[in-house]
């Protein structure tokens, strides 16, 4: 049974700080990772994807993907209040296609005005 | 817009009866799944469908829900017999190859 595992936070981060979210995964052949964004009362956004380790940047989005360590995160630079949301963690199943993706419980981030 | 569709947004039923959901996908997209999801938890997968066939359903999946894809395009999740434990966030999501993007989602109410 695949497993993400997110703390649920939550993590409050001063306006314009660096919000730093982790995530550890249980499969060892996973090949690509998804961070979404989740607004309260909202369905998932996808904001990130990462496939290869190392960092992947998007605006003020990266992630960061270490394999060896099971590992992914998500920095979000000059954090504004519009990033508070609850930020989920998805791992798709091998070979890409059945079970779907597998969720971690989210993080809960809260940008401090 | 050419997002993932969902209706009905909210539905609020009385325990027992029969509910239907219907999902439009990105038309491009082949590949169709259903999630669920309670407060405080990250979506959970229901079924799976590729074009028309539904390739694969989870243990969560019990006889009293049903889904279809007729014609692999629109999907239905139908559930019957609603349960006060049925009450979540009934998710669509639409998929090239393995991002999801999602629907606006139906809340179940079930009072």
């Known amino acids: 049974q695949k497993e993400v595992e997110q703390n649920s936070g939550p993590l409050s981060v001063p306006e314009g700080a660096i919000a730093s979210l982790n995530c550890t995964y249980s499969?060892?052949?996973?090949?690509?990772f998804f961070w979404y964004r989740q607004y309260s009362g909202k369905s998932p956004e996808l904001i990130m994807s990462?496939?290869?380790?190392g960092d992947k940047e998007d605006g003020r989005f990266t992630a960061q993907l270490n394999k060896a360590s099971q590992y992914v995160s998500l920095l979000i630079r000059d954090s504004q209040p519009s990033d508070s949301a609850t930020y989920l963690c998805?791992?798709?199943?091998?070979?890409?296609?059945?079970?779907?993706?597998?969720f971690g419980k989210g993080t809960h981030l809260i940008i401090q005005p | 817009d050419t997002g993932v569709s969902q209706d009905p947004r909210h539905k609020i039923t009385k325990r027992g009866q029969n509910v239907t959901f219907r999902c439009d996908p990105i038309?491009?997209?082949?590949?169709l799944y259903w999630y669920r999801q309670t407060l405080g938890q990250g979506p959970e997968f229901l079924t799976y469908?590729?074009?028309?066939?539904?390739?694969?359903k989870s243990r969560l999946l019990s006889d009293r829900f049903s889904a279809e894809r007729p014609k692999g395009s629109f999907s239905t999740l139908e559930i019957q017999r609603t349960e006060q434990g049925d009450s979540a966030m009934y998710l669509c999501?639409?998929?090239?190859?393995?991002?999801?993007?999602f629907g606006q989602g139906t809340r179940l109410t079930v009072v």
């Open positions: 999501a639409s998929s090239p190859w393995t991002e999801a993007f």
């Open positions: 499969d060892r052949v996973s090949q690509s």
């Open positions: 990462i496939y290869s380790n």
């Open positions: 998805a791992v798709p199943p091998e070979g890409g296609g059945a079970d779907g993706l597998t």
């Open positions: 038309s491009e997209h082949n590949r």
């Open positions: 469908f590729q074009n028309e066939a539904q390739l694969e």
